[in-house]
C-alpha cells in the first residue's frame, strides 16, 4: 500500500498521473513531461517533494557525532542556517545515501533523506547516536515543496509575509532560515535558481494553492529527473549506492579527509582507494545520432567495455540524448555507447550540460 502526501488532492485536481515511487503515490507529470520542464527552465516550477524525510538531530555532542557520521565535515558550518552536502558510508566506503545537513544551532542540526532510503538511514543514524547522547526526531509534521526557475523566487516570496520575504531574500545559496512557521532554503535539485520549503503538513495545500495562483506551475517527478540529470547531479540508486564509493561516482568534493585527525566511517577504506590509484571517473555523454541512452548500457572504447552508463535520458534542453557514465581513466573525448547491440556514438563531456537556463557544454 502507498503513503501519499499532504498535497494528494492538489495533485489530482491538476490531473496529475500518479504513481508508486519508493512506496509514495507521487506525481509522474501532469500532462506533458517536456513542457513542465521547459517551465523551470524558463519560468518556474514547484514540486511536492515530502517524501523525503526531514530528521532532526539535538544534543550537546551532535556537531562531533556528524563528523564521524558524514563524509564531509560539518565543522565547516560556522553560521547557523549554512548547509553541507554529503555522503553517508559504511565503512567499505559505500554510499548508504546522500543527504543535505543543515547548521541550525550548537546543539541542533537538521538532516535531509532520501525517500527510498529514509528506513535503513535512520536505522543506521539511531544506532550509532544512542551511544553519544544524540537525540533523533524523523519529521513527519512536515511537508516540503520546491519551487524552481528563473523566477522562482521572485513569485514565491510575493506569497511569503513581510518577514518571511525579507528572511528568504537575505538568504545566501545552500543556506535555509526559520521564518514564522516556515523553513526557507536556497537549496534545489534542478540546477536553477529557487527554494525548498518546509511547512506544516496541515497548511501544505495552501501554500501550494498560492503558489499555483502566482503562475508557478506544477512538475512531476519525470521532469524532475530530466532537470537533474541536465544539472549533472547524482541520483541515489542510480549513480551511487552501496556498492560504490564517492570517489568513484563524481562526488570526490563531498570528502573532507583534512583534518586528518577526523575519522569518519568509510575514511580508511577511501584512503586505501585513493592510494591504489587509476580509479574510474564519472564523465557526461551526449549522443551524436538519433537514439535514447538509458542507465547500465555499455560505454566502449575502441572494442572495449569501459564503463558503463548509470543515468540516461532526453535532455529537452539540448534537444539530444544524454547520460552520466562510470567509466575507466582512459576514456577521452568520444566513446560508443551500447544501444541495442549498436554501438552508437558520443561525445564525452564534464558534467553539468545545462545550468541556469543556459548550455554548459559546446555542441558545435
Known amino acids: 500500500m502507498t503513503i501519499s502526501t499532504p498535497l494528494l488532492d492538489q495533485h489530482i485536481a491538476a490531473g496529475g498521473k500518479m504513481v508508486d515511487f519508493a512506496g509514495w503515490e507521487m506525481p509522474l507529470h501532469y500532462g506533458s513531461q517536456i513542457e513542465e520542464h521547459h517551465a523551470v527552465r524558463r519560468d518556474a516550477g514547484m514540486f511536492d517533494v515530502s517524501h523525503m524525510a526531514v530528521v532532526d538531530l539535538r544534543g550537546a ?36 545515501d546522500d543527504l543535505i545537513v543543515y547548521f541550525l544551532a550548537d546543539d541542533f542540526f537538521r538532516l535531509v533523506v532520501n525517500a527510498g532510503t529514509r ?134 568534493w563531498t570528502v573532507a579527509l583534512e583534518p586528518q585527525t577526523r575519522d569518519f566511517t568509510g575514511r580508511c577504506a577511501l584512503e586505501a582507494q585513493r592510494d591504489q590509484g587509476n580509479l574510474q571517473k564519472v564523465v557526461g555523454l551526449v549522443l551524436q545520432g538519433r537514439g535514447v541512452l538509458r542507465a547500465h548500457q555499455k560505454v566502449v572504447l575502441d572494442g572495449k567495455t569501459v564503463g558503463e552508463t548509470t543515468s540516461g535520458g532526453f535532455s529537452p534542453s539540448l534537444n539530444k ?44
Open 61 to 96: 555532542g551532535v556537531r562531533d557525532f556528524l563528523r564521524t557520521l558524514l563524509a564531509n565535515d560539518v565543522a565547516k558550518l560556522k553560521t547557523p542556517g549554512k548547509a553541507l552536502y554529503s555522503c553517508m558510508l559504511k565503512e567499505d566506503g559505500g554510499v548508504i
Open 119 to 252: 528506513d535503513k538511514d535512520l536505522a543506521w543514524i539511531r544506532r550509532q547516536a544512542a551511544p553519544a547522547g544524540v537525540e533523533v526526531v524523523e519529521r513527519r509534521d512536515l511537508a516540503m515543496i520546491a519551487v524552481q526557475g528563473p523566477h522562482a523566487r521572485e513569485k514565491a516570496d510575493k506569497v511569503f509575509t513581510p518577514a518571511q520575504c525579507r528572511a528568504a531574500q537575505a538568504l545566501k545559496v545552500f543556506s535555509g532560515v526559520e521564518s514564522e512557521g516556515l523553513f526557507i532554503a536556497r537549496t534545489g535539485y534542478t540546477g536553477e535558481e529557487g527554494y525548498e520549503i518546509m511547512v506544516d503538513a496541515a497548511d501544505a495545500p495552501g501554500l501550494w494553492q498560492v503558489l499555483l495562483a502566482q503562475g508557478v506551475r506544477p512538475i512531476g517527478l519525470g521532469a524532475r529527473d530530466s532537470l537533474r540529470l541536465e544539472a549533472g547531479m547524482n541520483l541515489y540508486g542510480s549513480d551511487m549506492d552501496e556498492s560504490t564509493t564517492p570517489l568513484v561516482s563524481g562526488l570526490s
Open 321 to 364: 540524448s544524454i547520460a552520466l557514465a562510470r567509466v575507466e581513466a582512459c576514456v577521452a573525448d568520444t566513446c560508443q555507447v551500447e544501444v541495442r547491440g549498436k554501438g552508437l556514438d558520443c561525445i564525452v563531456v564534464k558534467p553539468p550540460f545545462v545550468r541556469h537556463g543556459k548550455a554548459c557544454i559546446d555542441l558545435d
